[in-house]
């Protein structure tokens, strides 16, 4: 099972971007799927989740601003970040809790994709 992040890049604030993931691979169920991203020297943060009947929650931070969505048909997740403001600079990465074929079920993570906020 591997994820695929794609979608970062440089944006001013106030601005606009979209973070696509998509799992691939032996998968049999997908479970929640999640947006962590980690800034220069802070801890990682959960960002959004969203679970496979489409709850959503988010962080304080990001709330209003950025939406989470999932296409469970092509086992891709989205996070639409609206508003931008420089603290939202940092790394994001996407994970998924998922089973594959042989009913062992965890966590797969996805690499990192940059995200600078910055006039």
């Known amino acids: 099972v591997q994820l695929q992040a794609s979608g970062g890049g440089l944006m001013q604030p106030g601005g606009s971007l979209r973070l696509s993931c998509t799992a691939s691979?032996?998968?049999?169920?997908?479970?929640?799927m999640v947006w962590c991203r980690q800034a220069p020297g802070k801890q990682r943060e959960v960002v959004a989740r969203?679970?496979?009947?489409?709850?959503?929650n988010y962080a304080d931070s990001v709330k209003g601003r950025f939406t989470i969505s999932r296409d469970n048909a092509k086992y891709t997740v989205y996070l639409q970040m609206n508003s931008l403001k420089p603290e939202d600079t940092a790394v994001y990465y996407c994970?998924?809790?998922?089973?594959?074929?042989?009913?062992?079920?965890?966590?797969?993570w996805g690499k990192g994709t940059q995200v600078t906020v910055s006039s």
């Open positions: 994970y998924a809790n998922l089973t594959d074929y042989s009913l062992r079920r965890a966590d797969y």
């Open positions: 691979g032996s998968i049999f169920s997908l479970y929640d």
């Open positions: 969203i679970n496979n009947a489409g709850d959503t």
